[in-house]
C-alpha cells in the first residue's frame, strides 16, 4: 500500500510560502546617506529621520555635512563620508554618478560588511533632454557591487522626486519603490526601510542584473515630469 504522506520517506514537510510583505523591523537601524548634502540624499535624510529613523548625512566634507544637518533638525547628524559609513547598520549611495566610483572605491573598509543602498541613475542630458547611460559593469548597482565585494549591496529609492522629498508641507509620497539584490533578507530590510516613509511602500524588483533598466527608466520619468509639469513616481499594480 502507498503512504501519501512524508512518514518514512525522509522528506520533510515543505514549508509554507513566507509572507511577501512579512518584513522586519528596521526601526532601530541608524541609517547613513553618502551624498546626503545633495538634494536626493538631503531629501531622503528628510523623510526617513522625519518617519523616526537614526539618520547620518555623509559628505566629502564633513562641515558640509553638519551644516545640512543642522538645517534639516531632527536629530540628524553631519560627518565626513568615511565616519559615515563606519556609524550606520545601512548605507544609501546619493552622490552624483560622476563621483559613484571614485567615492565608494575610497570607502571599501568602512562599508565592509554594510547594507549599501544604490540609488544612482546614471544619466547624460543633451538638447534633446535626458537619457540613459550604461556603465561598463551594467549599471551604478552592479558597478558598487564589483567595487564593495565584501559589502551587500542592494538598488532601490531611484524613481523618487527630490522636490517632494524636501517640501516640508507634503505629508505623504505617493509612490513605490523598486528594490533589487542578491540576499532576500537584505532586500526585506530595504522594502522595510521604505516603507517608514508615509505613503511609500517598497517591492521586491528582481537582482541586481535587473538594475540598468530601473535606473534608465529615471530618464522617461523626467520627460514625464517635464510634459505634464509633474513630480511622478511610480505604482505597481496587482501587488
Given at each position: 500500500?502507498?503512504?501519501?504522506?512524508?512518514?518514512?520517506?525522509?522528506?520533510?514537510?515543505?514549508?509554507?510560502?513566507?509572507?511577501?510583505?512579512?518584513?522586519?523591523?528596521?526601526?532601530?537601524?541608524?541609517?547613513?546617506?553618502?551624498?546626503?548634502?545633495?538634494?536626493?540624499?538631503?531629501?531622503?535624510?528628510?523623510?526617513?529621520?522625519?518617519?523616526?529613523?537614526k539618520v547620518i548625512i555623509g559628505s566629502r566634507?564633513?562641515?558640509?555635512?553638519?551644516?545640512?544637518?543642522?538645517?534639516?533638525?531632527?536629530?540628524?547628524?553631519?560627518?565626513?563620508?568615511?565616519?559615515?559609513?563606519?556609524?550606520?547598520?545601512?548605507?544609501?549611495?546619493?552622490?552624483?554618478?560622476?563621483?559613484?566610483?571614485?567615492?565608494?572605491?575610497?570607502?571599501?573598509?568602512?562599508?565592509?560588511?554594510?547594507?549599501?543602498?544604490?540609488?544612482?541613475?546614471?544619466?547624460?542630458?543633451?538638447?534633446?533632454?535626458?537619457?540613459?547611460?550604461?556603465?561598463?559593469?551594467?549599471?551604478?548597482?552592479?558597478?558598487?557591487?564589483?567595487?564593495?565585494?565584501?559589502?551587500?549591496?542592494?538598488?532601490?529609492?531611484?524613481?523618487?522626486?527630490?522636490?517632494?522629498?524636501?517640501?516640508?508641507?507634503?505629508?505623504?509620497?505617493?509612490?513605490?519603490?523598486?528594490?533589487?539584490?542578491?540576499?532576500?533578507?537584505?532586500?526585506?530590510?530595504?522594502?522595510?526601510?521604505?516603507?517608514?516613509?508615509?505613503?511609500?511602500?517598497?517591492?521586491?524588483?528582481?537582482?541586481?542584473?535587473?538594475?540598468?533598466?530601473?535606473?534608465?527608466?529615471?530618464?522617461?520619468?523626467?520627460?514625464?515630469?517635464?510634459?505634464?509639469?509633474?513630480?511622478?513616481?511610480?505604482?505597481?499594480?496587482?501587488?
Open positions: 500500500m502507498t503512504s501519501h504522506n512524508n512518514a518514512g520517506t525522509g522528506t520533510a514537510p515543505k514549508a509554507p510560502a513566507k509572507d511577501p510583505w512579512d518584513l522586519p523591523d528596521v526601526s532601530g537601524l541608524v541609517v547613513g546617506v553618502l551624498g546626503g548634502t545633495g538634494d536626493q540624499g538631503r531629501g531622503l535624510a528628510y523623510r526617513l529621520a522625519r518617519a523616526g529613523q566634507v564633513a562641515q558640509r555635512a553638519e551644516t545640512a544637518a543642522s538645517e534639516l533638525g531632527l536629530g540628524i547628524e553631519g560627518a565626513d563620508n568615511a565616519e559615515c559609513a563606519r556609524r550606520s547598520d545601512v548605507v544609501i549611495v546619493a552622490v552624483p554618478w560622476d563621483g559613484h566610483a571614485k567615492t565608494l572605491e575610497a570607502l571599501q573598509k568602512e562599508l565592509a560588511g554594510k547594507l549599501v543602498v544604490d540609488c544612482v541613475n546614471p544619466l547624460g542630458f543633451d538638447k534633446k533632454g535626458a537619457y540613459a547611460l550604461k556603465p561598463e559593469e551594467g549599471s551604478a548597482a552592479e558597478q558598487a557591487a564589483a567595487l564593495l565585494p565584501d559589502s551587500r549591496v542592494t538598488a532601490a529609492f531611484h524613481h523618487l522626486s527630490a522636490v517632494l522629498l524636501q517640501d516640508e508641507s507634503v505629508e505623504e509620497i505617493d509612490t513605490d519603490v523598486l528594490v533589487l539584490g542578491e540576499a532576500r533578507a537584505d532586500t526585506d530590510i530595504v522594502q522595510a526601510l521604505a516603507g517608514r516613509i508615509p505613503g511609500m511602500r517598497g517591492i521586491f524588483a528582481g537582482r541586481l542584473r535587473g538594475a540598468h533598466q530601473v535606473e534608465s527608466l529615471v530618464a522617461n520619468l523626467i520627460s514625464v515630469n517635464r510634459r505634464y509639469k509633474a513630480h511622478a513616481g511610480l505604482r505597481v499594480t496587482d501587488v
